[in-house]
T-cell receptor
Framework: GAGVSQSPRYKVTKRGQDVALRCDPI?????LYWYRQALGQGPEFLTY????????KSGLPNDRFSAERPEGSISTLTIQRTEQRDSAMYRC?????????????FGEGSRLTVL | KNQVEQSPQSLIILEGKNCTLQ??????????LRWYKQDTGRGPVSLTI?????NTKSNGRYTATLDADTKQSSLHITASQLSDSASYIC????????????FGAGTILRVKS
C-alpha cells in the first residue's frame, strides 16, 4: 500500500478480553515498530522487527503483550487479558532500512479503550 | 526519569513569529537525533534526522541544531504559520539498547492569528 495501514482504527473492549491489532507496513520496508502513546505524551517504544525477526521486545510492558511478524510483512500486536491501563493509541511504523537508521513512517494508529 | 526531556511543555505564539523548542537528553551513546511533527490525531512525521557528528540541519522553515557535548538539541521555527500548530517530538536513537528510539513527551505548539 501507499502508507502504513493499521486496523482496527478504534477498538473498545471489556477488561479481561484479548485484542489483536494489525499493522500492514509500506511494501518492501524491512523494519517494523510498535509504539503506544498516552494522551499528551510522546510515543513509547514497545518492540521492533527486522523482516520476521523480533530484534528488541524490551519495551513490552509485561507478558500479556506479544507481537509477531511471521512472513516479514504484516505484524500483529496481541494483548491478552486486557486491563484498563492498556487503554492508549497503539501506533505502528515502518522503515526501509534495517536497524534504526532510516526514516520512520507512522500509521494512523489503533485507539484501544478498555472498559 | 525520561531520558529525553523537552521544554517548554506547551507554547503559544503569534503567526509570523519565530520560536525555539528545546530537547535535553541523557541517552549516551546515541546514533542519531530526530525531530518529528505530530498533528492532532495523526502519526508523527519526520522533520529532521541528525547523526552525532552533525551540528545543524534544515527543512524549510525548520532548523534543528545539536550539541553532542552538552546533550542538547533545539528546533527553531521561522516565520510561524497556523499550520505549524502541532506537537513536536524529539527522539534519540540509543546505541546501548540496539538503537532503540527513545521519545520525548513533546512540546505542544499553538500558533494564533
Amino acid at each position: 500500500g501507499a502508507g502504513v495501514s493499521q486496523s482496527p482504527r478504534y477498538k473498545v473492549t471489556k477488561r479481561g478480553q484479548d485484542v489483536a491489532l494489525r499493522c500492514d507496513p509500506i511494501s518492501g520496508h524491512v523494519s517494523l515498530y510498535w509504539y503506544r502513546q498516552a494522551l499528551g505524551q510522546g510515543p513509547e517504544f514497545l518492540t521492533y522487527f527486522n523482516y520476521e525477526a523480533q530484534q528488541d521486545k524490551s519495551g513490552l510492558p509485561n507478558d500479556r503483550f506479544s507481537a509477531e511478524r511471521p512472513e516479514g510483512s504484516i505484524s500483529t500486536l496481541t494483548i491478552q487479558r486486557t486491563e484498563q491501563r492498556d487503554s492508549a493509541m497503539y501506533r505502528c511504523a515502518s522503515s526501509l532500512a534495517g536497524g534504526n537508521t532510516g526514516e520512520l513512517f507512522f500509521g494512523e494508529g489503533s485507539r484501544l479503550t478498555v472498559l | 526519569k525520561n531520558q529525553v526531556e523537552q521544554s517548554p511543555q506547551s507554547l503559544i505564539i503569534l503567526e509570523g513569529k519565530n520560536c525555539t523548542l528545546q530537547c535535553n537528553y541523557t541517552v549516551s551513546p546515541f546514533s542519531n537525533l530526530r525531530w518529528y511533527k505530530q498533528d492532532t490525531g495523526r502519526g508523527p512525521v519526520s522533520l529532521t534526522i541528525m547523526t552525532f557528528s552533525e551540528n545543524t540541519k534544515s527543512n524549510g522553515r525548520y532548523t534543528a541544531t545539536l550539541d553532542a557535548d552538552t546533550k542538547q538539541s533545539s528546533l527553531h521555527i521561522t516565520a510561524s504559520q497556523l499550520s505549524d500548530s502541532a506537537s513536536y517530538i524529539c527522539v534519540v536513537s540509543a546505541v546501548e539498547y540496539g538503537n532503540k528510539l527513545v521519545f520525548g513527551a513533546g512540546t505542544i505548539l499553538r500558533v494564533k492569528s
